[in-house]
């Protein structure tokens, strides 16, 4: 379930901001459950950095505004 960019153009600083640490601790889980070769699915790290660096480019593009 990829995140669009209207997805996040839409949501404020503060929903963006709850986002982004959701997905950082969803990639600590993940980094975690490779390591103990629990994790079923590799694609999701991936997919969590991107959404990740998604969030990241619409706070700084609210930042510039």
Do not use: C, P
Not at 11 to 29: I, P, S, V, Y
Not at 49 to 56: F, S, V
């Amino acid at each position: 379930d990829k995140m669009k960019r209207i997805d996040l153009n839409n949501k404020n600083r503060e929903e963006l901001t709850a986002m982004f640490k959701d997905l950082k601790t969803k990639l600590l889980k993940l980094k975690f459950d490779l390591n103990e070769k629990s994790l079923k699915d590799v694609s999701q790290l991936g997919k969590t950095k991107k959404d990740i660096a998604r969030i990241l480019t619409e706070l700084n593009r609210q930042n510039l505004k």
